[in-house]
């Protein structure tokens, strides 16, 4: 059986921060270092035959740092994923969080900038495997017919009560004060399966049970997506939030890829 990915991407800078400093990668896409997110959803359906990805970035840093951060993951992504070369999907994956981290700190080191960050999570599709990196608490959920289960790893501290646990992983941490080791994993996928890859601006404003209740629904995967953004902004919007949902479709015998978004992402 020939699979195709449906995908819609929603970017929001929400209603309390200033600026936005998420970014991401979708259909070749990603946002400006400065920017206001999405100004409309980017959606669109891609075969697997092109080992599609998918990846959000949710930088961290005063000033413009945050937003810097994460856009020098997006387009460095980019870059990589373009050029690929490495036939093994783990390594590249691997080599590739190694490669982004080194931008960011270069870009730290050249510029006098004590600290800036970004988190990082990752969905790539192969021909019969889908894998999933990331790194901080960007997180990665998937769901069939059965359940949703978060299959992202949160690199954040425990124990912590009564404010958000702080990371222990994130991209920006220089090679001499600590080695980054993102969390890579490997799974079948079947058709009529559901990703979800998300910043926290949305994990922060919705419980896994209210974000379950929204994902099964028999809507399109764009009226999902915007229904997820749209709780999230109804609850306050306290966070930039950034939003990919994709599903596993059967490929129609005539269909052919396409897209369609706004013209506030793209390569620069």
């Given amino acids: 059986m020939i699979f195709q990915i449906e995908y819609a991407a929603?970017?929001?800078?929400?209603?309390?921060?200033?600026?936005?400093?998420?970014?991401?990668?979708?259909?070749n896409m990603f946002l400006r270092s400065e920017n206001n997110g999405l100004p409309g959803m980017l959606a669109g359906m891609i075969d697997v035959s092109t080992c599609p990805a998918f990846a959000i970035f949710d930088?961290?840093?005063?000033e413009q740092q945050g937003e810097m951060a994460a856009y020098i993951a997006a387009s460095q992504f980019h870059t990589l994923l373009i050029n690929r070369t490495q036939s093994d999907a783990r390594l590249f994956l691997l080599d590739t969080c190694t490669g982004l981290n080194r931008k960011i700190c270069d870009y730290q080191k050249e510029n006098g900038i004590r600290q800036m960050g970004t988190t990082a999570a990752i969905l790539l599709f192969g021909q019969e495997d889908v894998f999933i990196c990331?790194?901080?608490?960007?997180?990665i959920y998937y769901y069939n017919s059965k359940k949703m289960t978060q299959i992202s790893r949160d690199h954040s501290?425990?124990?912590?009560?009564?404010?958000?646990?702080?990371?222990?992983?994130?991209?920006?941490?220089?090679?001499?004060?600590f080695l980054i080791e993102p969390y890579v994993a490997k799974g079948a996928y079947n058709k009529g399966d559901r990703y979800l890859i998300c910043s926290d601006g949305l994990t922060d404003m919705l419980s896994d049970k209210e974000i379950l209740n929204i994902i099964t629904s028999r809507k399109t995967i764009p009226d999902v997506a915007k229904e997820l953004m749209d709780t999230a902004l109804n609850k306050g919007g306290v966070d930039n939030t950034t939003v990919?949902?994709?599903?596993?479709?059967?490929?129609?015998?005539?269909?052919?890829?396409?897209?369609?978004?706004?013209?506030?992402?793209?390569?620069?």
Avoid: Y
């Fill in 134 to 139: 990331n790194i901080g608490d960007s997180r």
């Fill in 157 to 177: 501290e425990t124990g912590v009560i009564g404010r958000k646990p702080p990371l222990t992983q994130s991209l920006g941490i220089p090679e001499t004060e």
């Fill in 10 to 27: 929603l970017c929001h800078t929400g209603f309390v921060r200033g600026k936005n400093q998420d970014n991401f990668w979708c259909a």
């Fill in 59 to 62: 930088g961290m840093g005063g």
């Fill in 244 to 268: 990919i949902l994709c599903e596993v479709q059967k490929q129609s015998r005539f269909s052919n890829n396409k897209r369609s978004g706004p013209d506030g992402a793209r390569p620069t």
